[in-house]
């Protein structure tokens, strides 16, 4: 008797032990990949605190000896040259100042015009049913997919005649009507999860359509017009396509800006400075990411499980 | 005024469909229109049939475009997929710290192309990046030039390109795996089915729809790659890692070809076609059965 709970005791311990080293192997794998995501991070934050003899001499992981935020200046306003007339910016130097300012400008409208919209039509789609409204939005759905280069020559023609290439006010037009699809389709899904009943109750009280969208759905729309808001804002500020092909020079947004800092190789590369260069064009959109981690994952996922 | 009343829905989607119809369809149709004709830099509209095909499909370059699409989009898949299973799968295990590892695992997702393409072309330097730090702790002979081996740095692509998306894979596997119910499980327990079994007979075959949106998103995603190309390697050295978008792009705007380049994009425009609308049709039948 004795002899077999001690033995069962044994068991227990040892089933215990496999347990904490199963566990271990798990965060241990878990582990080694959380280093992959970070790396990258890591390394671009310290090439960009460290000075180029710095870079030549160490390599990329050791940390910088002293902290030097002169390449996040120089990325942000450009490399002052000593001129007759004083400290300057070279006239061929290219620094990210006025292109996030164009980032911005850009950015604010287009997602404000594309969210209402998209607001409108998914209330619209889903609880005033009319004829042909299920193959409207199948249009709209498929217009998610489409590759844009089948549309960038007529669209790069049409902006031309409009007087709007090279432009912010153009780049704003691109991003709302594309955006479009994305903006119907997740307001869509969401109010189709929405009782009917409650319109229904208020079209009976003589409420009209847009009465009912204020009053009624508006409200209770929060959670979705921020993950759209969100979604839209992270695809127009990480846009490099359009922003290369339908505008240069002063109108270009701050993608288009980076990659022409990174590619020029006028002079000596300065690593450093297209790091901190990277990271400010990155910051906007990582801030919202950690700020509201949950509607960014929660748009990425309504944006695949689609229909 | 009845009228209006009953018709304002119609009239307020108005707008907006009329902008998709005319610069989605209307514009496609036009590219459509255009890879059927001569046209170089201006359009023209004298319609001469389908030789922009020919013609591209004897080009060298379109070969290397397709090939390197076809490296890049398996190797993408594959590794998206598997890691993006494995990490959702460990995260599933009740773990602490979960959150922390998901926003270390999803924030690359947060960055653009460009961004992901600056930081990894300077990890991948020749000299100066990961090839020194090996050569620093000991291994004096080792090489790591993919960047500008030609029919190497179609690879560095896919490092970062995978580096970027899979955390996203994770995120949409996950939410799948929550929501598979817990009842299964514990039945499936106490049936004397191992931890193993349960996942690869059970949970997994129960994750196919999350499984084709994976598949169709990444598929899609890889064959509208430009960003990242243009970011990381410009499609060189020389165009030995052009992909078809960059090719479209490089013909309808630096080589004044635009009758050519509408022929590439809209052989893009039938791939993405030929996945997506099998993948459409399938969800919305799931859709309507769920009613």
Known sequence: ?307 | MIWLKRNLPKIVISPSFALLVWFVYGFILWTLYISFTKSKILPNYKFWGIDQYFRLWSMDRWHVSVSNLFIYTSLFLILCILIGIVLAILLDQKIRAEGFLRTIYLYPMALSFIVTGTAWKWILNPTLGIEKFFIDIGFENFTFDWLITPGMSIYTIVIAGVWQSSGFIMAIFLAGLRSVDDEIIKAAKIDGAGVVSIYTKIILPMMRPVFMSAVVILVHLAIKSYDLVIALTSGGPGTSSDMPAVFMTQYAFHRSEIGLASSSAIMMFLTVTAIVIPYLYSELKREDGKK
Request: charged share 15%; proline share 3%.
């Open chain 1, 1 to 307: 008797m004795e002899k077999n709970n001690l033995k069962f005791e044994q068991l227990e311990t040892a089933s215990k032990k496999k347990k904490i080293i199963y566990r271990w192997i798990l965060f241990l794998i878990l582990g080694i990949f959380a280093l992959y995501y970070i790396t990258p991070l890591y390394v671009m934050i310290v090439t960009s605190l460290k000075s180029m003899e710095e870079i030549r001499t160490g390599n990329l992981f050791y940390l910088p000896k002293s902290i030097n935020f002169d390449s996040w200046l120089e990325a942000w306003r450009g490399q002052l040259v000593n001129t007759t007339s004083g400290l300057k910016v070279d006239a061929g130097n290219v620094y990210l100042k006025n292109y996030f300012w164009n980032s911005v400008k850009m950015v604010v409208p287009a997602v404000a015009i594309s969210t209402i919209l998209g607001a409108l039509n998914g209330y619209a789609l889903t609880k005033w049913r009319f004829k042909y409204d299920n193959i409207i939005f199948l249009l709209f759905l498929f217009g998610t997919f489409i590759p844009y280069q089948a549309i960038l020559l007529p669209m790069a023609r049409t902006l031309g005649v409009l007087g709007l290439s090279n432009s912010i006010t153009g780049l704003v037009v691109v991003h709302v009507i594309y955006g479009l699809c994305f903006t119907t389709l997740f307001c869509r899904n969401y109010y189709v999860s929405i009782s009917d009943e409650i319109v229904r109750a208020a079209r009976i009280d003589g409420a009209g359509f847009f009465k009912i969208f204020f009053k009624i759905m508006l409200p209770i729309s929060l959670p979705i017009l921020v993950v759209t808001v969100i979604w839209q804002f992270t695809q127009i500020w990480n846009d490099f396509l359009f922003g290369a092909t339908f505008s240069f020079g002063e109108a270009a947004p701050i993608q288009v800006a980076l990659n022409n800092m990174v590619l020029t190789s006028t002079s000596v590369k300065r690593y450093n400075v297209d790091m901190a260069a990277a990271i400010i064009a990155g910051i906007p959109t990582l801030i919202v990411y950690v700020l509201a981690g949950k509607y960014f994952i929660r748009g990425l996922t309504a944006g695949s499980v689609k229909g």
